[in-house]
C-alpha cells in the first residue's frame, strides 16, 4: 500500500521539526547560563573550575647584562615552548633596572606569590660570587639565576647569532626546570643534562630539546601545587571573621 504525503501535511511536519530545533537549542542556553552564573556566585564551583585550568607560573626577569629586549624576547619565547611541551603555562614579566617609584603600577615590586619565580640573567664574571655552575643555579623554591656568556659562546662556536636567543631559552628553561623538578634534577636524556654538545645545541635548534615525559608530569604536579597554595591563601586574606 502506497503512503501519500500532501504538501500540507509535509508543511506541517516540517513546522513541527523546526519548532523541536528551537526548543531543544533555547533549552540548551538556558542551561549554559545556568552553569555560568553558578560557576560565577558558588565559591565550590569557582574553585572546581579553577582546578581545570592549565597550571600557570609566572616568570618575573631581571636582566643584569648587555643582552638586548629582542634576543630576551626570543629567549622568553624558546622557554614558552619548551614548557608548553611540558603541559606548563609561563607568564613573563620583563622587570626594568630602574623600578617605578609608583608601586600600584608595578608588578616586579609586588609579593611573590606561591606561583611566581624570579629569574636573574646575570654575567659570567659574577661566577666567583655565586656557585660556580655551567648554565646558572637554582635557588629553591624561587629564584634561578641564568649566565649570559654561556649561550653566547655556543652561538659563536657555530658563527650563528640567530641560535643565541634559542639556546639562551633553552638555558632559562632548564634552570627553571631545577626550581620545578626540585634538587639533584640532571638527567642523561632531554633538557636536563648538565653539560651540553654540538648534539644538544642541534636539538635546541630542531625544537627536540624537550623535558622528559616523567619530568613533565612532575613539573605540571609541582605547578598545580604551587596554584593550590596560592588559592589558599587567597581564601584565607578574603575570609570573613566570625563574630
Known sequence: MKIQITEQQFTAVEGFRNQWL???????????????????????????SAQKLSPTIRVRVNNYTSASPAVLTGAERQATRIFGAAGLRLVWVDCPESHSHDLSQDPCQDALEATDIVLRVVSESARNKFQDTVFGFAVQPVLATVYYEYPV??????????????????????????????PDSHSNSGIMQPRWEHKQVRQAMTGTLLFTQVQAKNIQAEARARMNSEMISLKSQTAKPVD
Do not use: C, Q
Not at 549554559?32 to 564551583?45: N, R, Y
Not at 658563527?159 to 638555558?171: Q, T
Open 22 to 48: 528551537l526548543w531543544h537549542l533555547l533549552n540548551i542556553r538556558v542551561m549554559v547560563g545556568f552553569l555560568g552564573i553558578l560557576s560565577s556566585t558558588v565559591p565550590g564551583a569557582r574553585f572546581a
Open 153 to 182: 659562546r655556543l652561538a659563536k662556536r657555530d658563527d650563528a647569532d640567530f641560535e643565541l636567543p634559542v639556546i639562551l631559552g633553552s638555558v632559562m628553561a632548564h634552570e627553571i626546570g631545577h626550581l620545578l623538578l626540585g
